[in-house]
Each structure stands twice: as structure tokens, then as C-alpha cells.
């Protein structure tokens, strides 16, 4: 199976282990604090999943649910994107999402794409920006450490 075009852009979620009292922590200009922000970002990771394979990933109760939970949430996640994105798959093609109240939203799949990517990058910015401020180095989350990480950029200094 060769690898999708978006498969590294799906790859590199992150949650951390932080105390109880940085979990509660929150910014002013962020979506709130670690925990919620962590289970929003999880749960509409789900939704989207949900909504672009048909019903394939569930949709998951995120409301409860700890650090180790939300980890184990997005590593089936990143199978089901690897899996969902292996396909020969249409960017033009019109995904329905439909709410259960009744409302739906009607988008191409390349959008929904985008937006997911985009929603776990803001997210996890405002993470980062949440831990710089109570003095935690946050974790290293672009995609050229992903990159280095997994062993797949060579930086080569200038010749001298």
C-alpha cells in the first residue's frame, strides 16, 4: 500500500502528562483550559473521521475522559486517517455531515480535510501557548520535528 499525500499531515497528534492544576490551567485568547481544549480537539478529531468515512470511526464521548483515554482515542484515530487516506480519494467529492439536531453541513472532502488539519493545529497551539505561560517547555509539535522525529529530514549545514 503506498502512503497517502496528507498521511504525515494526520500523524503527529500529541497529549501530554501534566498535573491536575495545569490540566485547569487557561489563557485569555485560547479555547480554555488543557483538558477541554484536549477532548474538544480528540472529539471533533472523531467527528470529523466520523463524518468523512461514512460512520466508519465512531463517534466518542470525549466529555469524561482523561489524558490516557484521549492518547488511546488518537491512536485509533491516526489508523483510521492512515486507512481513510490510502484511498483513491476524490477532493471534490460532497461529504454530508449530519447533527443530531437535525442540521447538517454539505463540503467538499478537500475541505473537511483542511479543516481537520487546521482545528488540531489551533488546538494544539493554544496547548503550547497554555504551558508557556505556567513555565512548561511545551513539546516540539511542527512538522519539520515530526519530520526529524521519525527520522525523514537531513538538514545539511552550509559547506565551509
Given amino acids: 500500500m503506498s502512503r497517502s499525500l496528507l498521511a504525515d499531515a494526520f500523524a503527529h497528534h500529541t497529549c501530554l502528562g501534566l498535573t491536575p ?11 480554555g483550559p488543557i483538558l477541554p481544549t484536549m477532548r474538544h480537539l480528540v472529539g471533533a478529531d472523531a467527528a470529523y473521521l466520523f463524518a468523512m468515512t461514512g460512520g466508519r470511526r465512531p463517534i466518542i464521548d470525549d466529555a469524561a475522559m482523561g489524558l490516557p483515554e484521549l492518547r488511546a482515542a488518537m ?17 471534490e467529492a460532497v461529504v454530508v455531515r449530519r447533527r443530531n439536531d437535525g442540521s ?16 488540531g493545529t489551533d488546538h494544539r497551539s493554544q496547548v503550547c501557548t ?5 513555565g512548561v517547555e511545551p513539546p516540539a509539535i511542527d512538522a519539520w520535528d515530526f519530520a526529524d522525529h521519525q527520522g525523514r529530514l537531513l538538514e545539511i549545514p552550509p559547506a565551509s
Fill in 130 to 134: 497554555i504551558l508557556t505561560t505556567l
Fill in 21 to 31: 492544576e495545569q490540566l485547569d490551567a487557561e489563557v485569555a485568547g485560547t479555547f
Fill in 75 to 91: 491512536e485509533c484515530n491516526g489508523a483510521e486517517w492512515e486507512t481513510f487516506l490510502a484511498q483513491d480519494l476524490d477532493p
Fill in 104 to 119: 447538517a453541513s454539505h463540503a467538499p472532502l478537500g475541505i473537511r480535510l483542511a479543516q481537520a488539519v487546521h482545528h
